[in-house]
């Protein structure tokens, strides 16, 4: 407690610090008018409406890259009308001919490696959550939430969907893509008179980015600093969003070889989005449906940590910002969307919890004030000794001067009854906790500061969590400090806590060259020092890791990385990095110096073949460790896509511990019929999970955003080449609505 003291002393001044920087001037907006019409419109990517003739552009696009200070070799149009109920969008893109770059014909397309073009709405004009729609050159769609002011990709998302309409058309000097978003897509304030937007478009044939409001190179081309203005010609009315009522069925025939057991079955569910005036969502889920259509990448994991995955599951992203952005993202997270409906058998393996009711409210309270809450009962299984519980959170967060927020939340996650296999400490744990979070008007600053409690029973007096972030960003220096306290008595269960009983300190600074040559586009130098020290072992130095790296970027978009690193590890445990099941562990209460160095190469990601690759070599703990690793990517446009990713580590420990070659391979295929037939196959090979798998799976979208999925599941044994658990699946699911 006494270490707690002296945080919150060097916590709430730096608070004030960062908030002497929140008013920051940003450079004059452009605007253009929306004009409103009662005539109707088709989305057939031809804007031979009269409309259309007489709606304002907004034009004159800026180039981003190569060069941030001239106006784009290849220009867009964008024309936009509205009615009640819709946002029609025209974008007329000039192009030096039609060889584009798709990467398939499946929606919510990776944007940077091919041709399209993207619209940034942030409908409350406060430059930290927007609504992201884009298309390509063949009519495929995206669309995504960005959050946190665009700062970093944490912040953005395209796993949200929404039901809209678009079509493209080639022709000779230019595409055109035609839109119809329902405004009820949107959330905003009744009686708004206009919107902050911006757009950003990548040109493979011309090596050009370009974006609507001017962005400098040190900013990301997704963040929302540098918006201008779509003004209505009328207010905005009242939103009629529809009820979406979206149910499932599906079946499944399961065998387990180690068991030699089969099963099948039958469910059914759904979801229900429910509008609740113009800027909140409710959505109500019942015995929904979380199996994996779409299976998550392997990683190869040689830490003593746990390693977070991303969340896929639609019902929790909406809105997800609220809920997940409180605290630090690599070390202090309390909520991770994923430790729900997930849980862990009595042999450590995490297996499927299943969810049965959960309800979840978010959005926008008034024009500074946002509140998310969600209530989630997870189902007990007593043969796995898992109890059933309730899961709540309680978040607001109130917008302070330009850009800046703080936020308060409450956690419980509390055992629906008193369970003989579960200890007292585990029947409840709760999390209060505030954060401030800082973005300057026109991101030159930006951090965080924060200080959590946890609660749950026979809890050790170490039961903080706090740290605190600040950040500059310039067009020739970046640089950050970061600071991180987790007691050992710390706990969220329903967080991402990688360890606790740290002190943790990062610090970075980059410096950023801009050449006038033809062939490096920019370089960089970077320092990036991380220290760990442990509050109940007298500030002992447990970890460090000295990193120095240069990086550059080529002007055909190839980049190239060399980096060197110094490192010290004390184990408090014995530890194998192999994770073999009968080798000798490292000796633990002992120190381990080491050093290394890695170099990379990404090639250029416009071309029908690309590649990344990179290797280390150096100490590792008492001995070596060599690494590859890299992926490979072909397109065959339009249809096929086909990657392979692989990773591989050499270990060598000397006797009496074990050494290892250890392999990570996953060749995947892509086959898009068309916009609504989709075949992937994912084959993944990992001889340190000893796992060979096969995920296969054929989607229909006969309706939007409605869709039948044939999902096969094939897992074998490395070693012996046996099959471990084979399954197949038909899953149904219509969005309806009313």
């Given at each position: 407690m006494i270490f707690s003291n002296q945080m919150r002393k060097f916590l709430f001044p730096l608070i004030f610090f960062c908030i002497g920087f929140s008013l920051q001037g940003q450079m004059a907006k452009r605007s253009f008018m929306v004009k409103k019409i009662a005539e109707t419109i088709v989305a057939d990517g031809e804007l031979n409406e009269a409309a259309w003739q007489t709606a304002e552009s907004a034009d004159n696009f800026w180039q981003y890259f190569p060069v941030d200070s001239i106006q784009a070799k290849e220009q867009s149009e964008i024309k936009m009308l509205y009615d009640d109920k819709n946002l029609y969008v025209g974008i007329k893109v000039y192009t030096a001919g039609k060889n584009f770059a798709i990467q398939t014909l499946k929606r919510d397309f990776r944007a940077g490696n091919s041709d399209n073009i993207t619209l940034l709405f942030d409908t409350f004009n406060d430059g930290n959550n927007a609504f992201l729609f884009g298309s390509n050159p063949y009519g495929v769609r995206r669309e995504g939430l960005v959050s946190g002011g665009g700062l970093n990709l944490r912040g953005f998302t395209i796993s949200w969907d929404v039901k809209w309409q678009g079509e493209s058309k080639i022709y000779d000097g230019y595409y055109i893509t035609e839109w119809i978003i329902p405004m009820a897509a949107f959330k905003f304030r009744e009686g708004e008179t206009k919107w902050s937007l911006n757009s950003y478009r990548f040109d493979t044939q011309s090596n050009e980015t370009s974006t609507w409001m001017q962005i400098p190179q040190n900013q990301n081309v997704f963040g929302l600093t540098f918006m201008g203005d779509m003004v209505f010609q009328e207010p905005l009315g009242k939103s009629k969003t529809p009820l979406a009522i979206i149910p499932y069925a599906t079946s499944s025939a399961q065998k387990d070889y180690e068991i030699n057991e089969s099963d099948s079955d039958l469910s059914y569910g759904g979801d229900m989005k429910i509008a609740i005036g113009n800027s909140l969502n409710l959505d109500i889920t019942g015995n929904p449906d979380f199996s994996q259509v779409e299976v998550d990448d392997q990683i190869t994991n040689l830490t003593r940590f746990e390693v977070s995955l991303p969340e896929k599951r639609q019902f929790f992203i909406d809105n997800s910002d609220l809920f997940s952005s409180f605290g630090g993202g690599r070390d202090a997270n309390p909520f991770f969307s994923r430790r729900i409906g997930i849980a862990e058998d009595t042999a450590g393996n995490t297996i499927e919890n299943r969810i049965l009711a959960g309800a979840r409210l978010s959005g926008k309270l008034n024009?500074?004030?946002?509140?998310?809450?969600?209530?989630?009962?997870?189902?007990?299984?007593?043969?796995?000794?898992?109890?059933?519980?309730?899961?709540?959170?309680?978040?607001?967060?109130?917008?302070?001067?330009?850009?800046?927020?703080?936020?308060?939340?409450?956690?419980?996650?509390?055992?629906?009854?008193?369970?003989?296999?579960?200890?007292?400490?585990?029947?409840?744990?709760?999390?209060?906790?505030?954060?401030?979070?800082?973005?300057?008007?026109?991101?030159?600053?930006?951090?965080?500061?924060?200080?959590?409690?946890?609660?749950?029973?026979?809890?050790?007096?170490?039961?903080?969590?706090?740290?605190?972030?600040?950040?500059?960003?310039?067009?020739?220096?970046?640089?950050?400090?970061?600071?991180?306290?987790?007691?050992?008595?710390?706990?969220?269960?329903?967080?991402?806590?990688?360890?606790?009983?740290?002190?943790?300190?990062?610090?970075?600074?980059?410096?950023?060259?801009?050449?006038?040559?033809?062939?490096?586009?920019?370089?960089?130098?970077?320092?990036?020092?991380?220290?760990?020290?442990?509050?109940?072992?007298?500030?002992?130095?447990?970890?460090?890791?000295?990193?120095?790296?240069?990086?550059?970027?080529?002007?055909?978009?190839?980049?190239?990385?060399?980096?060197?690193?110094?490192?010290?590890?004390?184990?408090?445990?014995?530890?194998?990095?192999?994770?073999?099941?009968?080798?000798?562990?490292?000796?633990?209460?002992?120190?381990?110096?080491?050093?290394?160095?890695?170099?990379?190469?990404?090639?250029?990601?416009?071309?029908?073949?690309?590649?990344?690759?990179?290797?280390?070599?150096?100490?590792?703990?008492?001995?070596?460790?060599?690494?590859?690793?890299?992926?490979?990517?072909?397109?065959?446009?339009?249809?096929?896509?086909?990657?392979?990713?692989?990773?591989?580590?050499?270990?060598?420990?000397?006797?009496?511990?074990?050494?290892?070659?250890?392999?990570?391979?996953?060749?995947?295929?892509?086959?898009?019929?068309?916009?609504?037939?989709?075949?992937?196959?994912?084959?993944?090979?990992?001889?340190?999970?000893?796992?060979?798998?096969?995920?296969?799976?054929?989607?229909?979208?006969?309706?939007?955003?409605?869709?039948?999925?044939?999902?096969?599941?094939?897992?074998?044994?490395?070693?012996?080449?046996?099959?471990?658990?084979?399954?197949?699946?038909?899953?149904?699911?219509?969005?309806?609505?009313?």
């Open positions: 024009k500074d004030l946002r509140l998310g809450f969600f209530n989630i009962v997870t189902d007990e299984d007593e043969e796995n000794e898992i109890a059933g519980n309730n899961n709540t959170m309680l978040a607001f967060q109130q917008q302070v001067f330009a850009r800046s927020n703080i936020g308060l939340f409450f956690i419980n996650r509390q055992s629906l009854r008193d369970y003989d296999f579960q200890a007292d400490e585990d029947q409840y744990n709760r999390v209060l906790g505030v954060d401030y979070n800082l973005i300057s008007q026109d991101n030159l600053w930006s951090g965080k500061a924060y200080l959590h409690k946890a609660f749950a029973p026979e809890i050790g007096n170490a039961n903080l969590s706090g740290g605190m972030r600040v950040g500059i960003n310039t067009r020739n220096y970046r640089a950050f400090t970061d600071w991180v306290y987790l007691g050992e008595d710390f706990r969220s269960d329903l967080g991402f806590i990688r360890r606790t009983n740290i002190l943790k300190s990062a610090s970075n600074i980059e410096r950023i060259f801009w050449p006038k040559d033809r062939k490096i586009q920019n370089h960089t130098f970077q320092f990036f020092p991380i220290f760990y020290w442990s509050p109940e072992n007298d500030l002992q130095n447990t970890d460090y890791n000295l990193m120095t790296s240069w990086e550059a970027r080529f002007q055909d978009q190839s980049e190239v990385e060399i980096q060197v690193s110094n490192e010290y590890t004390y184990l408090f445990d014995d530890f194998d990095p192999t994770g073999s099941d009968d080798g000798i562990p490292i000796p633990g209460d002992q120190g381990y110096y080491y050093n290394s160095v890695e170099a990379s190469y990404q090639s250029n990601r416009r071309r029908l073949f690309s590649f990344e690759v990179g290797t280390s070599y150096g100490g590792f703990y008492n001995g070596e460790r060599l690494s590859v690793d890299g992926g490979i990517s072909m397109r065959f446009q339009p249809k096929m896509f086909f990657s392979l990713n692989f990773n591989y580590d050499k270990i060598t420990l000397p006797n009496p511990y074990p050494s290892a070659d250890i392999w990570l391979i996953s060749p995947k295929f892509d086959i898009t019929f068309s916009r609504t037939l989709f075949w992937s196959t994912l084959v993944q090979y990992s001889n340190q999970r000893d796992n060979l798998g096969i995920n296969s799976r054929l989607q229909w979208r006969f309706a939007p955003l409605s869709d039948l999925f044939v999902v096969y599941n094939d897992n074998y044994f490395v070693n012996s080449f046996a099959p471990k658990v084979r399954s197949i699946n038909l899953k149904l699911t219509y969005w309806l609505n009313i």
